[in-house]
C-alpha cells in the first residue's frame, strides 16, 4: 500500500496565500526594516518593469523620484513604529523611466514575538484613475468657463426642479447669488401662476413626455429677486448625467429687444404722422392764412366797437392758435436736422430766459442760472425751443411766481443742465406719460412740447429725463455732448 504525504494545514495556508499573491493585479512587495526588497510579486513586475531578480536584495529607493526622497524617508520611519499607512496617492518611477501613479497600503510585519521585522507594500495603479479624474476637472473646468462667459443666464435643474448651477449671468438678470438658490426650488424664479404650476408640469412631462417647453422654447415671465417681472425667452434642453436626468434653460432677457420694438413701432407711428401733417400742413395751413386775411378784412371794416369786431378779433386768434398747432405738429413730426455748431449754453439760456420774461403770464418768474460748461456742438435755434419748452413749464408750475433754478455742470465729454421748479412735482402715474405725444394736463395744450424737445435733444446725441424728489419740485435734466478740444472755463 502506498503512502500519501500528509496533509499540512500551515503548508496548505502558506500556498494559498503566495497563489493569491502571485496572481494579483496590484504590486504586492515585502521589506526589512532598512527598506530592501525582499519579495517581488509579478503584479509589481508588471507595474513597474523590474524582474524579481533584478530587484529582491536591493534599497527600494530606485522606485522613488527625486523629489519623494523625503517620503520614503517618512514611510520608513512610520513602517518602524508599526504605523499602517492606507491609501497613500503618490508616483513612482517604473524601470523606463515613467511616472505610474500609485495608491499604497504599508503595514507592519511583526515576528512571534510581536516585534516589527518588515512590512508589506501593496501598490495599486491609479493612472488610470488620475487621467479621468484630470479629464473630468479639465471638462468641468471648459464647462464652468463656457457657461461663466455667457451673456445669457443658464440654470441647471434636476429631475425634481431643485437648482444645481445658476451662472453669473443668471445672477445679475434674477439678482440672486449662487449660492443663494442652488438647492431651492426653480419656480424662485417664477411668479404666479407659473410658481405654483411647475412641479406639476414637471413630473407630467416625467409621466408622460408631453412637452410644452423641453426642445421648443417659448417667451414667458420672469420674477427677480425683488418681485418685479419682465419678459425672457427661455429655451430648454434635457440630458441624463449618471443615468438622472437634468434640464439646462438658457434665458435671455427680452426687456431691450421689446423696448426696441416699442420705439420702432413709435418711429413708424411718427413717420405716418409726418405724412399726415405735410398733407395738413398743403391742404389746411394756406387756406387757413386766406381765411385770416379775409376775416382781418372784414373785422376792418367794421365799427371798432361793435360786437361783430369783436368776432372777428376772435375768429383771427383761434385761427393764429390753429397755425400754431400745426406749427407745433410739424415740428415733432419732422423735427429739422441739427446744424452743429459750438455753442456757448450759458448764454442761449440766458437769452432764452429774457424770451420767457415778454410773456405776460410768466413775468413774476425769476430765472437763476449758476454754473459754466464747455461749447457743445448744437443748433442754437433748436435748443431755444428746447430751453423755453421747459422754462415755460417751469412758469406754469409755479403759476407765473417763484423761481426757476437752471444748473449748467460738465464732466468728461458731456454737458448736464437741469431745470428745476419750486412746484408740487408729478405724480408717478403722470410722469410716466409726459412724454407722450398729445398727452397734457394743461386746459389748453397740444401734449407735443415735451415729447418734441425730448425729440430735439436726442437729435443732438444727448438725452432728457424728469426727476421728482421727495421733498417737491420737478428737476427735468438735459445731457448734450460738448464741442471736442474745448475745456471748462475757470469760475
Known sequence: MTDRPSFDPTDEVVRILASIV????????????????????????RMFGYAAGEVVGRSLEFLFPEHL????????????SGDRILGLETVRRAKDGHLVDVSLTVS???????????????????????????????SEARWRAVIDCAVDAIVVIDAHGRIEAFNPAAERLFGFAEGEVVGSNVNVLMPSPYHEEHDGYLSRYLATGDRRIIGIGREVTARHRDGATFPVQLAVGEMTVDGERKFTGIIYDLRARMAMEERLREQTAMARLGEMAAVVAHEIKNPLAGIRGAVQVIGGRLPAKSPDAAVAKEIVARIDGLNELMKDLLLFARPPKPRLAPVDLTGLIAATANLLGEDPSARGVQVEVVGTAPLAMADAELLKIVFLNLLMNGAHVARGRGPIRVSITSADD??????????????SEILDKVFTPFFTTKS??????????????????????????????TTV????PVHPGQVTPEV
Do not use: Y
Open 69 to 80: 526622497e523625503t517620503e520614503r524617508e517618512t514611510i520608513l520611519a512610520r513602517m518602524r
Open 22 to 45: 502571485e496572481s494579483s493585479a496590484d504590486a504586492i512587495i515585502s521589506m526589512d526594516l532598512s527598506g530592501i526588497v525582499v519579495t517581488w510579486n509579478r503584479g509589481a513586475e
Open 444 to 473: 389748453r395744450g397740444t401734449g407735443l412740447g415735451l415729447p418734441t424737445a425730448k425729440q430735439l435733444v436726442e437729435a443732438h446725441g444727448g438725452t432728457m429725463r424728469i426727476e421728482c424728489p421727495p421733498g417737491g419740485g
Open 477 to 480: 435734466i438735459v445731457q448734450l
Open 414 to 427: 458731456w454737458c448736464q443742465i437741469a431745470f428745476s421748479d419750486p412746484g408740487p412735482g408729478i405724480p
Open 108 to 138: 507592519a510585519i511583526r515576528d512571534a514575538g510581536g516585534h516589527v521585522v518588515g512590512a508589506s507594500t501593496i501598490a495599486r495603479d491609479i493612472t488610470d484613475q488620475k487621467r479621468t479624474e484630470h479629464a473630468l476637472r479639465t
